[in-house]
């Protein structure tokens, strides 16, 4: 079920007019802003998701539950919804975007600033979901260690936490990454489908698909093929056993 | 520089309760046996277990007093704490191992950096600077945890069962490390240790406690001399019962006399040697006023010596000879007596 369209896409692939393909201007524009998106999309919900992991981990709060499941829930909702969701949160007369613009003018929906937001908001769970487990089973023993030594908690985050969750945090960042490099339900309702500003390359997969340019959609989808497959290669030691 | 620590704390089936000084001119050890709350004391003098009631001042300034709503995070308290296990950072090298204390407090990179080295040389590690923990042995990363406890030149420096995680070949190594580094070190000094050994070889004043409380405490040759729990008793190796004298007899619990040595008069300790312990077959005559009915139970050897438990109205370790083993046939078991001299009997009030 999963080899055989993976070998279909392979196999139908344009191998000659790849490098062609991949050279058209719109499909060199949404690889460029796929990547700022998906890097924007991944800063953010670093910036959010490892404070925010590490309170899940580490405080003890009425709700907690609730909080948790509802980071985790943009992993199981049809990212239609989130975006639909997005667009009532952060839309021009959504209730968080309405204040949004009056204070500073700025909308989140309908451009570059809205797709990193649709991809953060489907990423960021998977960064949560490693990063918490990673702050729960670390040895504690160091921190309290280095307290002893004088280090506050700052400098102890700093200097020993984060020196010990790295390697499951770059895992989590990679998860999300990939992630948020495949948006497209989210990113098309609440973002839209510009080039230039919205139009990802998942985006102009579809629209290539829908217009008959199957060469450019088959070029491109090798290429996030080839994306995933390296970051499952980077993840194998994690995720796989070791080699 | 001192501590003073008046804890009383529940943590699961443990209620610490005690209070403990522990001033800058003597090396304190507390002793007692596992479970007995020592490793909780540690960690409450440090700040790592939040005590109920009592008051811990370290250096004249209060750090926790729950009832005034005190209690100074670890960070803040001017202490160094050596663990049982080396607790290293694993993604720094030796010397910045040493020098994070410093750096913490804001010491720039270079000063900080030198002062490590000097702390790693002093504990003979100089030729480890570069290593990562990893690369280090078990006694070489506990001799980093010392140097980087000494590095901040705390008030208080917390050693908690220093060298039991360590395998026996690297123990008297760091054993003469940590006593030339107490020795010398200028603050209040605490060890916890479960073995008395050890406590001989490290501290100068010795604290037992037995199921958190403080059962005896006083300098180590006193102590030793005149134990007043029974588990400290049979880790020195000596027999501990307790009664009430009255002239040249002690009567036990139950019911049992032992004769002594010098009168005496109400609660007391009577400690045996027990190479002052004679075991036969067949019940003694002779000079001997104490006599007693048993049952030989445990046999080890030590050496060409062996310790047997022998159990009945007055429970005893006695020591004889390998040869005496084999002629009794204590090994296998059954009805002994034992006799002491009562001269051979030593008696503290209790």
């Known amino acids: 079920m999963v080899a055989l369209p993976l070998s279909a896409l392979i196999v139908r692939a344009p191998w000659s007019s790849l490098p062609h393909d991949l050279h058209q201007r719109e499909a060199a524009t949404a690889l460029r802003l796929s990547l700022e998106t998906s890097l924007g999309a991944l800063a953010v919900s670093a910036l959010l998701g490892v404070p925010l992991a590490w309170v899940l981990a580490r405080r003890r709060f009425p709700g907690r539950a609730a909080v948790r499941a509802l980071v985790m829930l943009p992993m199981v909702l049809p990212p239609v919804v989130g975006g639909i969701a997005l667009l009532y949160a952060f839309g021009r007369r959504g209730v968080a975007g309405r204040v949004l613009f009056a204070l500073t003018g700025w909308r989140l929906v309908f451009n570059t600033s809205g797709a990193i937001l649709a991809e953060a908001f489907v990423a960021m769970p998977f960064l949560v979901v490693t990063a918490e487990a990673a702050f729960r089973s670390m040895d504690r023993r160091t921190e309290e260690a280095a307290a002893t030594l004088g280090a506050g908690p700052g400098y102890r985050f700093r200097r020993v936490t984060l020196p010990a969750v790295a390697p499951a945090l770059a895992a989590g960042a990679a998860l999300g990454w990939a992630r948020a490099l495949g948006e497209f339900g989210a990113t098309i309702t609440f973002a839209g489908n510009f080039p230039g500003t919205t139009q990802t390359t998942p985006l102009l997969i579809y629209l290539d698909i829908e217009s008959g340019h199957d060469g450019t959609a088959l070029a491109l989808s090798l290429l996030l093929l080839a994306v995933s497959l390296a970051v499952l290669v980077g993840l194998r030691d994690r995720w796989l056993g070791s080699p | 520089m001192s501590v003073q620590a008046r804890i009383d704390l529940t943590l699961g089936s443990l209620h610490l309760d005690v209070d403990l000084h522990v001033e800058d001119t003597a090396v304190v050890a507390v002793v007692g046996p596992n479970g007995a709350g020592k490793t909780t004391l540690v960690r409450a003098v440090a700040g790592l ?27 803040g308290r001017g202490i160094g704490v050596v663990f049982q296990e080396p607790r290293l950072f694993p993604n720094l090298s030796a010397q910045e191992n040493v020098a994070f204390g410093l750096r913490a407090r804001g010491t720039p990179k270079a000063a900080a950096r030198a002062v490590a080295a000097h702390w790693l040389d002093q504990v003979g590690l100089a030729d480890c600077e570069a290593r990562r923990p990893a690369a280090l042995s078990g006694g070489q990363a506990q001799r980093v945890a010392l140097a980087r406890a000494l590095a901040t030149e705390p008030a208080v420096l917390l050693l908690d069962e220093p060298l039991a995680a360590v395998d026996a070949s690297a123990r008297a190594e760091l054993r003469h490390v940590l006593r030339l580094e107490l020795r010398r070190y200028p603050g209040a000094r605490l060890v916890v240790t479960h073995d008395p050994i050890e406590a001989a070889a490290l501290a100068d004043r010795v604290v037992v406690i037995e199921g958190g409380r403080i059962v005896q405490e006083g300098p180590l040759v006193e102590v030793t001399a005149r134990p007043r729990s029974p588990w400290i008793a049979s880790m020195l190796g000596l027999n501990l019962l307790s009664g009430v004298a009255r002239n040249t007899t002690v009567r036990l619990a139950n019911g049992a006399a032992v004769a002594i040595g010098s009168a005496a008069e109400g ?16 019940r003694p005559g002779g000079s001997a006023r104490n006599v007693w009915p048993g049952e030989a139970a445990e046999l080890h050897l030590v050496g060409d010596r062996a310790r047997i438990r022998i159990t009945g109205p007055v429970p005893l370790i006695a020591e004889v000879t390998a040869a005496a083993v084999a002629e009794l046939h204590l090994a296998d078991g059954g009805p002994v007596w034992a006799s002491v001299k009562a001269t051979e009997i030593e008696t503290y009030p209790e």
């Open chain 2, 49 to 75: 277990a939040p005590i109920d009631r009592g008051r811990i001042v370290i250096d004249g300034v209060v750090v926790e007093d729950p009832s005034a709503g005190i209690r100074f995070a670890p960070e």
């Open chain 2, 267 to 282: 609660p007391t300790f009577v400690a045996i040697r027990p190479n002052a312990v004679s075991v036969h077959r067949e």
